[in-house]
């Protein structure tokens, strides 16, 4: 009986050094990330970065969706997508791997995401879909939002919808 005590007492203290390593890892990318944007905005390649205050979660975004965008752990703008300062809709794509999109299945109606290219604009999710990767009906007619996709499984996507909150107080 002691022997399971000890094993249960050392499983607890591992999984909290497991859990401590991991927000620490994450806090790490999250400067890196800042560092990096940070400098990126001296160079022109980027077109801005996309921050996910919920998830800690700060990426820089590049024009296209292409394996040589998403693979590196950027965020992509998908083709039909209107600019980042645009008032069509813009489609931003990434990776389901961690610090990029892989908190986007524990995203929150709610939640908010902003999105800068000099400038912050604040989105807030209003609804989620998963979705055929061929079904484009949910990228015509809408205004003033952001749509970020991710894989979800061979063959879906997972599509989080978000409306501009353009109060100004």
Not at 131 to 143: H, K, P, Q
Request: charged content about 25%.
């Amino acid at each position: 009986m002691k022997s399971v005590k000890r094993i249960s007492v050392f499983l607890v203290i591992v999984s909290a050094f497991f859990g401590l390593f991991m927000k620490v890892d994450q806090h790490r990318d999250y400067i890196v990330q800042s560092k990096i944007i940070d400098n990126a905005f001296k160079l022109d390649s980027y077109s801005g970065y996309i921050l996910i205050p919920r998830f800690g979660i700060k990426r820089l975004i590049k024009s296209g969706t292409d394996d040589s965008v998403l693979d590196s752990g950027y965020v992509g703008i998908y083709e039909f997508s209107g600019d980042l300062s645009s008032n069509d809709l813009i489609i931003l794509a990434g990776h389901n791997i961690p610090n990029v999109f892989s908190k986007l299945h524990d995203i929150s109606v709610g939640d908010i995401v902003f999105v800068n290219n000099g400038s912050d604009r604040k989105f807030i999710v209003y609804d989620r879909k998963i979705v055929s990767e061929s079904d484009f009906n949910y990228f015509y007619n809408r205004n003033n939002e952001l749509m970020l996709i991710t894989c979800d499984k061979k063959g879906y996507r997972l599509l989080v919808f978000l409306r501009e909150d353009l109060w100004v107080f």
